[in-house]
């Protein structure tokens, strides 16, 4: 089966940077859309931002743009979410997503993908 896990969270102060890494078992990775997706205790899943491999387009939540940036490194089979100018409402569990084809999606609906990983604590302190 695929696996998905991620990795890079931790507790920074406002204003700091994380840098969280998405690997997936396998020669390459398993999914064609990939998103991040965070929930905080007490609140509802929430998208953060997606990338398609098909054609390298990124999309992002209104509350990240300008500050996080979605990438893939194919050499190291990783999907990575830049997180810089954090706000402590930026706490959360990040997860990371897959979907094996974009069509047909919303990528902005955690219900449109199929694998998930464990999850990584995210804290930001004021």
């Known amino acids: 089966q695929v696996q998905l896990g991620e990795s890079g969270g931790g507790l920074v102060q406002a204003g700091g940077s994380l840098r969280l890494s998405c690997a997936a078992s396998g020669r390459t990775f398993p999914s064609s859309l990939v998103g991040w997706f965070r929930q905080a205790p007490g609140k509802e899943r929430e998208f953060v931002a997606a990338?398609?491999?098909?054609?390298?387009?990124?999309f992002y939540a209104d509350s990240v743009k300008g500050r996080f940036t979605i990438t893939g490194d194919g050499a190291k089979n990783t999907v990575s979410l830049q997180m810089n100018s954090l706000k402590p409402d930026d706490t959360a569990v990040y997860y990371c997503?897959?979907?094996?084809?974009?069509?047909?999606?919303?990528?902005?609906?955690?219900?449109?993908?199929?694998?998930w990983g464990q999850g990584t604590q995210v804290t930001v302190s004021s």
């Open positions: 990338l398609n491999w098909n054609d390298a387009s990124t």
């Open positions: 997503a897959g979907r094996q084809t974009p069509w047909g999606a919303n990528v902005k609906d955690p219900l449109a993908y199929d694998y």
